[in-house]
């Protein structure tokens, strides 16, 4: 069963209950991500993509079919145990962040580790989260409440908190939704750089340039698997942003392109 | 094993929202403070009235003459006329145990020295008055029983007499016209202050009985006789022997009213301080009712904090959180507002009280067991009132909390 899959979907379905109506969201999709892979999970509003998104994520438990994360089939646990495995093995990006307001980046950060089983002292919670902080380029910002970081740095908080407690895979939801186009492609370049770590990426977008960043694109509709595709032309970020640069630098001398 | 956690995560929380902190534990602070406070007032004027009680004199009986009723009158109690001087010595006689036994009348009249007057009580009362009612003289000595037997024109007087005849002169040894009587005074009083019924116990003259009757008052009857036992445990005992005493020397036929009122201190004591009792009580139930306001604010503001945090609950699941986290985590802080509060409030309402005692001449007594009662309960108020709001966020979806605006 193990081909390097971290993640693997068996025919999952769906259905939410709204009074006698019984409504699928997601109607049997099967998936392998492997371990370092980076997966964009695209579909328009009401493709079930969020929906598999909550189920990926062990925030919702799907209604039949099996889903084995990190090689243990998490299909039918209860509550407490889907948030010990959240704790573990996923961390989450959102879209609007999801930050803790009047609260340091340090204890932002420090967050998923207080409800870890492994007590850690507040020195031991703090050389943590400051050495996340610093390897998503965040040094000498620890001690900033949300409210004085950019959306960009704010973002970079969050996918610090995602990657502290050492998780099997990352899901972001729409994790450019809130940004501009220059920090979007900063936060990419982030994500590149993980996943040439070998982190595994899974992210819902419905921006066909951020998905191009990632290696491989899966389409849903219908709360199927429209098409599932390697990348063929990827984006690399640090290139896009030395383009950005360079292009500004010549409209700052009036000899832009138009 | 998360409990540890749950505290720093409980603690930064509360820290992140000093002002509401500080307000809602505001509601516990004025709660107990008032508890703290009233009960005090309370358990104060009760101590004082218990202090006056003691200083009627230790394991003191009195028997009062009974009532009577002529052309319709009714006298009131002494008013009978059915004691009498060979009661009390029969008393001090049979009864066993009696450490004392004064002779009591009572008048009230104008007296004079010089070129002062005043209109005081005199007491008449046998020479053992002073210790029954634990009553030193501050200045001179005590008339003694060669006095009473003589009934010699002698006298001592209580500090509010002195200062208002004699003013800042020394009374001991002058001569004090009583209904033109000369009378020599031996003594002064240290002072009572005032009695249970708020009557000026340091307004009076005190003499012989003896001399009271035959140079003041007249008469022969007495209105009450005092008298004290020596050991506490033969009170009981020794009233019901003076009851069988009298009634034996009065002629009462079995099945007969007494003629006179037996009442030992401890029943005193008991019907004063039953209003005091009352008064704290009431006073506490008060201040309680604005401690369960207090922690109803507590509710208020957890209920709307859990909104307000709804999606801080969602990520907080969403990185691992259980319900019972969260659970432990509102709670947490709930009891924590409401204990420091507690404490806050506890010391605000010993600040009060001392600030009431040295103002408004108030007593006040704080026990510690108010102190441990106020603070137990304000935890419970917090446990009580912040649990509901805990489970409405325990029982979050973690999908609609991330996703609530």
Redesign the interface.
């Known amino acids: 069963m193990n081909n390097g899959a971290v993640v693997k979907l068996i025919d999952v379905h769906k259905v939410y209950r709204t009074g006698e109506m019984e409504v699928p969201a997601v109607r049997g999709v099967s998936l392998d991500i492997r371990r370092a892979e980076f997966v964009a999970l695209m579909g328009a509003s009401g493709s079930g993509k969020s929906t598999l998104m ?1 189920i990926l ?1 062990c ?2 438990r799907p209604t039949s079919g099996r889903y084995f994360l990190d090689d243990a089939d998490v299909s039918g646990l209860d ?2 145990r889907l ?2 495995i ?3 093995k996923i961390g ?1 990006v ?1 879209q609007n962040f ?6 340091s980046a340090r ?1 932002n950060v420090e ?2 580790l ?4 492994q ?1 850690l002292t ?1 020195a031991q919670l703090r050389e943590k989260a400051d050495r996340v902080l610093a390897s998503v380029g965040l040094v000498g910002r620890e001690d900033h409440h949300p409210s004085q970081l950019s959306g960009g740095q704010q973002q970079r908080v969050a996918i610090a ?1 995602a990657l502290i407690n050492d998780p099997e895979v990352v899901l972001a939801d729409e994790p450019t939704g809130n940004l501009d186009s220059r920090t979007s492609i900063e936060i990419m370049g982030i994500f590149q750089q993980l996943n040439e770590r070998g982190i595994t990426i899974v992210m819902v977008t419905h921006e066909q340039d951020i998905a191009s960043y990632a290696q491989r694109n899966v389409v849903m509709r219908d709360g199927i698997v429209l098409s599932d595709r390697v990348v063929t032309q990827r984006s690399a970020a640090e290139a896009e942003l030395e383009k950005a640069a360079r292009s500004t630098s010549e409209e700052d001398r009036g000899v832009g392109p138009h | 094993m998360r409990v540890g956690s749950t505290f720093n995560v409980a603690f930064r929380a509360l820290r992140r929202n000093k002002l509401r902190s500080v307000l809602t534990a505001l509601g516990i602070i004025i709660g107990v403070g008032a508890v703290i406070a009233m009960v005090g007032i309370g358990n104060g004027a009760k101590a004082q009235v218990e202090a006056q009680i003691a200083s009627l004199g230790q394991n003191v009986i009195l028997i009062f003459s009974g009532s009577t009723t002529s052309s319709g009158i009714r006298t009131g109690w002494g008013g009978a006329g059915t004691l009498k001087i060979e009661d009390a010595e029969a008393i001090r006689r049979e009864v066993p145990g009696v450490a004392g036994v004064s002779e009591e009348v009572v008048s009230t009249t104008q007296v004079a020295a010089g070129n002062q007057n005043w209109f005081t009580r005199i007491y008449g009362e046998s020479a053992d008055y002073f210790d029954i009612r634990q009553w030193p003289l501050a200045d001179g000595a005590p008339f003694t029983p060669q006095d009473v037997r003589s009934a010699n024109k002698v006298c001592v007087i209580g500090r509010t007499t002195a200062t208002q005849i004699y003013g800042n002169e020394d009374p001991v040894g002058q001569i004090l016209r009583i209904k033109e009587v000369p009378f020599t005074i031996t003594g002064v009083l240290t002072p009572k202050g005032l009695s249970p019924q708020g009557v000026d116990q340091d307004d009076i003259v005190i003499m012989p009985y003896t001399s009271a009757m035959k140079r003041v008052i007249g008469g022969t009857n007495l209105r009450n006789i005092n008298v004290q036992i020596g050991d506490a445990r033969q009170v009981e005992a020794a009233q019901q022997q003076i009851i069988a005493l009298l009634r034996q020397r009065h002629n009462i036929r079995p099945g007969r009213d007494d003629d006179f009122t037996v009442r030992n201190q401890q029943e005193i004591a008991e019907a004063a301080t039953a209003t005091s009792r009352v008064m704290t009580l009431l006073l506490g139930a008060i201040a309680g009712v604005s401690l369960v306001v207090g922690g109803i604010g507590i509710m208020n503001i957890m209920l709307v904090s859990v909104t307000e945090r709804t999606r801080e609950i969602g990520v907080r699941m969403a990185v691992g959180a259980h319900g019972t986290d969260i659970l432990t985590q509102f709670l947490i802080e709930a009891v924590t507002l409401s204990s420091v509060g507690g404490v806050i409030g506890i010391i605000c309402g010993i600040g009060a009280s001392r600030i009431l005692s040295a103002y408004a001449h108030w007593p006040t007594l704080i026990s510690l067991s108010s102190i441990l009662i106020a603070f137990l309960f304000s935890a419970a108020v917090g446990v009580f009132f912040g649990f509901y709001p805990a489970r409405q966020a325990a029982r979050l979806d973690p999908i609609e909390a991330l996703r609530y605006e």
């Open positions: 909550n994520g925030l919702d509550r407490d948030a010990d959240r704790n573990r989450f959102f999801n930050l803790l307001p009047r609260t204890e967050l998923p207080l409800y870890n089983v007590r507040n908190r």
